[in-house]
């Protein structure tokens, strides 16, 4: 057992390594630098030269690869073009807010998905199960900055519930946030919320499918019995690891939604510093979506082995 | 000829898949002729006529800048549909070449090829484009192979799943004992199997693609003004749609239709080729 988790983290630690040395690697492997990319045309001779000075890019690529990594280990994402501060304190307060609302988004998502799922298992091919499958596919289509729109257009603009754009700081206090991010958490779980439901619905028709539910049907156990002690734990068992991916891949969404609705965390700082063309900036978070992606995976992998231990046994 | 004609009938045999052929059909034939029929110069910009409600003079009303808002959505995809098509080539070429290249070999070969594949695909898409868009520029020149790159990421996954179900088949051993070249192999005995899998997908994939054009259109990283772009009008309406609703409803419902309809297509197409499992989201 410890063995397998070791080796687990092992190979997330090497995806690590590859993501770093990738997102290092192919930005040298392209035309132009962060110097170039950051002054644009006024890029040229003696400017140009004191720029890739200051941030040391005059040096070979290997020695400056090894210096980064060297600094990332202790946590020093380097410093940003355009606002002259090392990155770690621009990122930090940002990190925090993205964290409040994928965490928002996540414990309401994830519930509502495992309960639409198990209705729509259970009532297979009913008109229901009919509604929340075509409901869901529509979620998952919509790009999420048309149903940010939406949403806005519904409680903010005629219902008038709720502010359509985020006001506060980044340094706002977790409680505002959380009020804040209302809307911002409602676009990303409404996506969220469609991937999971579909992976538990299947589960929980191929579990009721089952020999052990039709065993159980046969003994006579009453159907909410079978519904709470066979189908729901098992059927939620293969959803584990789709969670994991789903969360992993809501980050990808995060930078949108944060830019729509204004919303002070790490994926509209990157937008913002795409549009500065402050590109260490933009490798720092890139770096940071990989390392969550990663630990997610790894995270939902080792629930799964905990619940479930026939997976203990597999060779990976 | 005929059995791309054969499947097309089964397609449009079932319900929604002639609805989302319908669908598409509509937007292609917007796409082509919007050029001609369009109302108004998109890029005029009449300070007389701002953000006028929808009238007989502008049927979808005008924008923050007075250009009738008809003519834009009209036109607003076109640029998109080009760049995703090109992309899309792109992807599922290197994609699908790579996949089925590394589950023919096998080995080491196919574990150091998945391994940076993982990691590439563990930083989110978008932000992978950012990155190549902060280097390289914006446009569409530096989107079609950023794009491509990206999203081939997940057609190697396709491939290579796909063609481990005939690697170990008698007819590839055949092939492999009469001592053909992998290239052979790959193209006569590998291609034709998984070909109809990799359509299918490549059709899906094509509609993130746009997604992901839109979206990036949208953040101001996509296509660049004064060319009319669904995602770019949505971003464009927003401050004022509480005044103006029109200005962000039209790009939506054109954006939202022509997706909806290739996902209706693109379902009743695998129905009928007997794919129960097509990837329904981005992602590995």
Not at chain 1, 153 to 164: N, P
Not at chain 1, 234 to 249: C, D, E, K, R
Not at chain 2, 244 to 273: E, R
């Amino acid at each position: 057992m410890l063995a397998l988790i070791l080796r687990r983290a092992g190979s997330s630690l090497l995806t690590l390594v590859l993501v770093s040395m990738l997102v290092f690697v192919g930005l040298e492997a392209m035309p132009g630098d962060a110097c170039t990319a950051h002054l644009g045309r006024d890029g040229k001779g003696a400017v140009l030269e004191a720029c890739r000075e200051r941030m040391g890019l005059n040096r070979p690529a290997a020695e400056r690869f090894i210096e980064w990594g060297g600094r990332l280990l202790q946590g020093d994402l380097g410093t940003s073009m355009q606002r002259d501060k090392p990155i770690a304190e621009i990122v930090g307060w940002r990190l925090r807010n993205t964290i409040v609302l994928s965490a928002v988004a996540v414990l309401v998502g994830i519930p509502l998905a495992i309960f639409l799922g198990v209705i729509a298992g259970l009532r297979r091919d009913g008109s229901l199960d009919h509604l929340i499958s075509s409901l869901s596919i529509i979620a998952m289509t919509i790009p999420e900055f048309i149903s940010a729109t939406i949403l806005i257009l519904i409680f903010a603009v005629s219902l008038g519930w709720t502010s359509g754009v985020v006001t506060i700081g980044y340094k706002a206090p977790v409680m505002e946030l959380v009020s804040a991010s209302i809307l911002p958490a409602a676009t990303l779980t409404l996506i969220l919320a469609a991937h999971i439901m579909r992976m538990v619905r299947s589960s929980v028709i191929d579990v009721l499918d089952s020999d052990y539910v039709l065993m159980a049907r046969l003994k006579g156990v009453p159907r909410r019995q079978i519904v709470w002690r066979h189908v729901v734990p098992n059927s939620l068992l293969p959803a584990i690891s789709v969670i994991g991916l789903t969360i992993a891949w809501l980050l990808g969404g995060v930078v949108i939604v944060e830019s729509v609705f204004n919303y002070p965390g790490l994926g509209r700082l990157a937008v913002d510093a795409v549009g500065d063309r402050d590109l260490p900036l933009v490798q720092a978070i890139a770096l940071l979506f990989g390392l969550t992606y990663v630990v997610t995976n790894l995270l939902s992998d080792l629930v799964a082995l905990f619940l479930n231990p026939r997976l203990r046994t597999f060779r990976a | 000829m005929t059995a791309v004609l054969v499947t097309l009938r089964a397609i449009l045999r079932r319900p929604s898949g002639a609805a989302g052929l319908a669908i598409i059909l509509v937007h292609l034939l917007v796409a082509l002729l919007s050029p001609v029929i369009i109302p108004h110069d998109p890029a005029l910009q009449d300070s007389s006529a701002i953000l006028q409600a929808p009238s007989a003079a502008h049927v979808f009303g005008t924008d923050r800048l007075g250009r009738d808002v008809l003519s834009r959505t009209l036109l607003g995809g076109r640029e998109a549909m080009v760049i995703s098509t090109a992309a899309t080539i792109f992807a599922m070429l290197w994609g699908g070449l790579l996949g089925i290249f590394v589950a023919l070999v096998g080995g080491s070969t196919d574990a150091i090829v998945m391994r940076v594949v993982d990691a590439v695909v563990s930083v989110p898409w978008i932000l992978l484009v950012m990155l190549f868009v902060t280097a390289l520029g914006v446009g569409a020149l530096a989107l079609i192979p950023v794009l491509g790159f990206s999203y081939g990421l997940s057609v190697v996954y396709l491939a290579r799943s796909a063609a481990l179900d005939f690697v170990t088949r008698d007819f590839v051993l055949a092939a492999q004992a009469r001592g053909e070249r992998r290239w052979t192999i790959a193209s006569r005995e590998l291609l034709p199997n998984v070909r109809d899998s990799l359509a299918v997908q490549g059709a899906m994939q094509w509609s993130w693609i746009f997604l992901a054009v839109s979206s990036l259109s949208f953040l101001g990283m996509g296509v660049a003004p004064p060319i009319p772009d669904w995602g770019q009008m949505i971003s464009d309406g927003r401050g004022v749609m509480r005044a103006a609703p029109w200005t962000v409803i039209w790009p939506m419902v054109f954006l939202s239709s022509l997706i909806i309809g290739i996902n209706l297509a693109v379902d009743a197409w695998a129905k009928v080729i007997g794919i129960d499992r097509i990837q329904r989201a981005p992602g590995p």
